[in-house]
Every structure is written in structure tokens, then in C-alpha cells.
């Protein structure tokens, strides 16, 4: 799960510098995969509050 956080975050990383080098074709593209993380991050905070309780 960390690891797909880890890669999500690096996606998002590069579709920042395309879009500040007018090289992304799908605007779009950065919201859905900020989206994308916050799922992940919300799967994870839930499983660890689980654990905890």
C-alpha cells in the first residue's frame, strides 16, 4: 500500500513539471491522481485506527 502511495506521489511529481512545461496533453490527469492519493492515504490512516482499536 505504502509503495503504491511512494509511486502515486512520484506520478504526481511529474505531471507538475509537464504541466509547468506546457508538455501535458491530459489536464485533467493531476487531479485524478491526486485523488488517487488521498484514497490510499485514507485506506491506510482507517486500516491503522482499526489495528489501534
Do not use: H
Not at 17 to 36: G, I
Request: charged letters at 30%; a positive charge; proline letters at 2%.
Amino acid at each position: 500500500m505504502y509503495e503504491e502511495l511512494v509511486k502515486a506521489g512520484r506520478e504526481l511529481m511529474n505531471l507538475r513539471f509537464s504541466a509547468a512545461t506546457n508538455q501535458l496533453t491530459n489536464t485533467n490527469e493531476p487531479s485524478s491522481v491526486r485523488r488517487t492519493i488521498a484514497r490510499l492515504r485514507t485506506v491506510i490512516r482507517e486500516r491503522q485506527i482499526q489495528e489501534a482499536g
